[in-house]
């Protein structure tokens, strides 16, 4: 494909010179690539690959791995197919940055190479030891036709280069086999490592046997390389397998500074669990206490697992790894995102998969949830601005945002709202279901206090639109305004047999005052957004057929009977960075 124009920094030219002969291979184009007579030519064209978010030159991603920052470089490794554009043959792929935005990619860090991952190395975390060594924890497939998963490190062949480029798996592996109690094709993905009490403690993502219940199943060791499991879980619940868990500290509410992963005590407020639960394909998470002596996690909710159950993003967002930045004393959040076309469409296009853009987490100041918003590197590529303020949207109206390309764009815009009094009761049946609730009242649907917000990616004739809004209810949980934020992308494309799923999240916000914000990171077949400062996330695969690259729009709009005040919109066109030598 074809570079947008960007000066390298002097680092990316050396490392660039450095690797040019090694890790960079010869890749067929994807501008060349003819599409198959039933696969739409819009589905392979080059205007449909994302520009700003992260992914390889071609192929399958999915699970972000052991992501760390290390002598002056983060490293982000991936799960990876190098045969094609679907799941299967997966390695650790590696990528390398100085800011989280450009990235350079290097050899791949781990292949199958021993008996215990000879079918498959598949998803794990990186644990940064007392001599600040790297140590990565993953899951090896140790049998064929089996999927009987196994625990395995992988330790820095050179602890001095700062790239990590070559890692050796030492002859102790396996750390952790499955068990009697284990359901051995259930038994994967473990986490950054912590320390207490003298010793080192993991979690491995279980569902007991015979059972529907979840588990974060807990190891102790005392040197890194002989694990015993606890006769307990850390938590469990039954919410079904709980793939790739995360558990780490957070500081006092709002408090925006990360936390070390084995910080505990003064300093630390909560600790946050989470699961990716296979059976929706969602990551969800709980807030709550940990006791390091007992070893038991409880969370502040006791039917969090279940009931009204906090997700990191309400979209397509999955297989998600937190690390900690000691640089810039933050906790980072990466996640996959992937495809919502078709398995063909994919093979067409020659690639899958992109990761989302990182993003700050932190507790938020009522202390039940968590907050992010995408690191502050990010804008470093905004670009071209434009800036609208004090327009009133009347009910039924709307208006274009014009003087910059939008397809690749950020935009934030925050709304007043006139009144609250139009608002329509909230139906308390769809408490823990937000998603079915915008399915019902889509962003064409006209309501009282909203529908209201952006449609991203619209053709000039407003026949494809993807929406981005909010809508208010009245006298909803706890007799306070409900926030309803969707993003409906069931227009997005006249493009046949997509799926076109609408997602949604509750905004835990006092509107009283009238006023939300919203942040639309718009990338060409991915809308990522943030409502009311980051407390509800909503990421979507979008594929136009005609709002491609320049022929895009960006509209502010008003499907409700009160009067939406633009008080501020600014928006920027998002240069390219370097990506991985696409």
């Not at 996330?537 to 709009?557: E, N, Q, T, W």
């Amino acid at each position: 494909m074809g570079n947008p124009k960007w000066a390298l920094a002097p680092w990316a030219v050396l490392l660039l010179l450095q690797l040019s002969s090694a890790s960079h291979h010869t890749r067929r184009s994807l501008e060349t690539e003819a599409a198959s007579p039933s696969v739409p030519a819009s589905i392979v064209s080059p205007l449909l690959r994302t520009g700003y978010h992260f992914q390889p030159p071609m192929n399958w991603i999915n699970d972000p791995n052991g992501p760390l920052y290390y002598k002056g470089w983060y490293h982000l490794f991936y799960q990876y197919n190098p045969k094609g554009a679907v799941w299967g043959n997966i390695i650790w792929a590696h990528s390398v940055s100085r800011d989280l935005i450009n990235w350079i990619a290097l050899e791949p860090a781990i292949t199958p190479s021993i008996p215990t991952d000879k079918y498959g190395v598949w998803s794990g975390s990186t644990t940064i030891l007392h001599d600040g060594t790297p140590a990565i924890l993953y899951t090896g497939i140790g049998r064929p036709d089996t999927n009987y998963q196994i625990q395995n490190i992988a330790l820095p062949k050179n602890a001095s280069d700062p790239l990590l480029r070559e890692w050796t798996k030492p002859d102790y592996n396996p750390i952790a086999v499955p068990v009697a109690g284990i359901n051995a094709t259930q038994f994967r993905d473990p986490t950054t490592a912590w320390f207490a009490g003298g010793r080192w403690r993991m979690l491995v993502g279980g569902l007991r046997p015979g059972t529907l219940r979840g588990e974060a199943i807990l190891y102790r060791s005392r040197d890194f390389k002989h694990w015993v499991r606890a006769k307990h879980p850390l938590h469990s619940a039954l919410t079904g397998m709980w793939e790739c868990p995360d558990f780490y500290p957070v500081a006092k509410a709002g408090a925006e500074r990360g936390l070390d992963t084995s910080a505990y005590g003064a300093g630390v407020a909560k600790h946050v669990l989470k699961n990716s639960l296979d059976l929706t394909r969602y990551d969800y998470y709980t807030v709550g206490t940990y006791d390091n002596t007992a070893e038991r996690y409880v969370p502040d909710n006791p039917t969090g697992d279940v009931y009204r159950r906090l997700q990191y993003d309400y979209g397509n967002f999955y297989a998600s790894k937190t690390f900690f930045d000691p640089v810039k004393q933050r906790r980072i959040l990466l996640g996959w995102a992937n495809e919502s076309d078709s398995v063909a469409h994919d093979k067409a296009k020659g690639w899958a998969g992109i990761q989302a853009i990182p993003r700050k987490i932190w507790l938020d100041p009522s202390g039940k949830q968590l907050v992010q918003w995408p690191i502050e590197e990010l804008e470093k590529l905004r670009g071209k601005p434009v800036n609208v303020g004090d327009k009133v949207v009347m009910p039924g109206q709307h208006f274009e945002v014009t003087g910059l390309h939008s397809y690749q764009s950020d935009v934030e815009v925050s709304f007043e709202v006139s009144s609250l009094d139009k608002a329509e009761p909230f139906d308390p049946a769809y408490i823990n279901d937000a998603q079915k609730l915008c399915g019902m009242k889509g962003a064409d649907v006209k309501g009282g206090v909203g529908p209201f917000g952006l449609w991203v990616l619209a053709s000039a004739d407003l026949a494809e639109k993807t929406a981005v809004f909010f809508r208010v209810f009245k006298d909803g949980y706890g007799g306070k305004p409900v926030v309803l934020m969707c993003s409906d992308p069931s227009k997005s494309s006249l493009t046949p047999d997509l799926y076109k799923p609408t997602f949604a999240g509750f905004v835990d916000t006092d509107i009283s005052s009238g006023k939300i914000s919203l942040r639309s990171l718009i990338d060409r077949s991915v809308v990522e957004s943030f409502g009311a400062g980051g407390k509800t996330c909503i990421l979507s695969r979008v594929y136009p057929s005609m709002a491609l690259g320049k022929d895009a729009h960006l509209h502010v709009f008003n499907n409700g009977a009160t009067d939406i005040k633009v008080s501020r919109l600014a928006a920027w066109e998002m240069k390219k960075p370097l990506m991985n030598g696409a």
